[in-house]
């Protein structure tokens, strides 16, 4: 069964940088393409980022452009997201996810707190 294992959140300060990875298993990870999400309290799913199993088309949402950069080791099964420039707004429970924008599976690993403080 599909397993996404999340890790690098942490507590940051503004304008700090934190850089998480989430091991995927349990499928074939180097044909399909991958997303980060997060989710705040209170609020709905947001997406933030996707990448392509060639790493020929990524995305990003408006709010994090400029500041997070997507990646993957398909050697390692492995999902990364760079977040420079982080701001209180970014504090979220990340997930990555099977999917592009607006189609992403419900696969979900237990995710990555991260929190940043003004």
Do not use: H
């Not at 349990?26 to 392509?52: C, D, H, I, Y």
């Not at 398909?74 to 189609?103: E, F, H, I, W």
């Amino acid at each position: 069964q599909v397993q996404l294992k999340e890790s690098g959140g942490g507590l940051v300060q503004t304008g700090g940088s934190l850089t998480l990875s989430c091991v995927a298993s349990g499928f074939a990870f180097n044909r399909f393409t991958m997303s980060w999400v997060r989710q705040a309290p209170g609020k709905e799913l947001e997406w933030v980022a996707g990448m392509n199993s060639l790493r020929t088309d990524i995305s990003y949402a408006d709010s994090v452009k400029g500041r997070f950069t997507i990646s993957r080791d398909n050697t390692k099964n492995t999902l990364y997201l760079q977040m420079n420039n982080l701001n209180p707004d970014d504090t979220a429970r990340y997930y990555c996810v099977l999917g592009r924008k607006g189609s992403i599976t419900a696969d979900r690993g237990q995710g990555t707190q991260v929190t940043v403080s003004s």
